[in-house]
């Protein structure tokens, strides 16, 4: 009787279709099978029986289930190819069996296979397989998200909306954009990006001879929300509504400095954009082009 133990398979340097310990598993049986071929041969060299009760011995269940099971799972080549392997060794008088060993439990076979199969990944090994299509699009979609977070860090633009939200770009902003009428999601952008009516924007372009506001302090998007004398009792009604969230311009605004990035309490967060919304509707020192409650179906910034 034979025994192989398999194990995990990792081409180097580490492809996009080779990162998937699932797909490396299944090139670890792929190869075993091979491996039973060629022993099995070699003892019937010296051997006259043709005969052969071999055991390949794995330490991943979802591998032997895909190669139960072949429905609706990843890998799909490489476990039809370890089911042609395994018909044509047992055509040639070979038992296969498939068995399930637990992992990293001091099993001497079992730690020698995974210390083999890292000596055998040297550089410039490749396997025959097609990348999965799975992996290959995420792959695809990590580089244009790395590359787009770093056009948006690098660029001279947007530095007050950095100043924000610093987690940008995150696909959580849709949500906090998407949940709002076009009227509200124009006045949170206001906010956010600071290209607002406020005096200090406006001054910019030339239609305004200074940036002050009727208090004298220059007018912003956090002079308005923070320290605006005459907004003090609609104010009020702003503190009581989000909270602990009225210390951070950032926190108001539905940004973050800090915590998972792009996973935020997005109930709590909503509910503190909304309490802002209506705070800057009633401050009047902000504008809006868009009709009162129509549909919002942009992405937001």
Known sequence: MLHVFCAPWFPRPRSSCSRSVHVAELLGIFYAISMVFKIAHRRWESVNSRQTTATILCDSRSALQVIQNTRSRSGQRIVHAILQAATEVQADGITLRLQWVPGHCDNPGNDAADRLAKDAARPGKTHPFRPLLSREMAHIRNNINAQWGQDWRSSAKGGHLRKIDCTLPASYTRKLYGNLPRNRAYLLTQLRTGHSWLSTYAKTFGFRDNDHCVCGAQETVTHVLVDRPNLRE??????????????????????STEGKRGKPDTVSRARTVNAVLDFAEASQRFRSRAPRGQPNIGNGN
């Open 234 to 255: 609609v104010r009020k009604e702003l503190r009581s509504g989000v909270g602990d969230a009225f210390r951070s311009v950032s926190s108001l605004l539905g940004g």
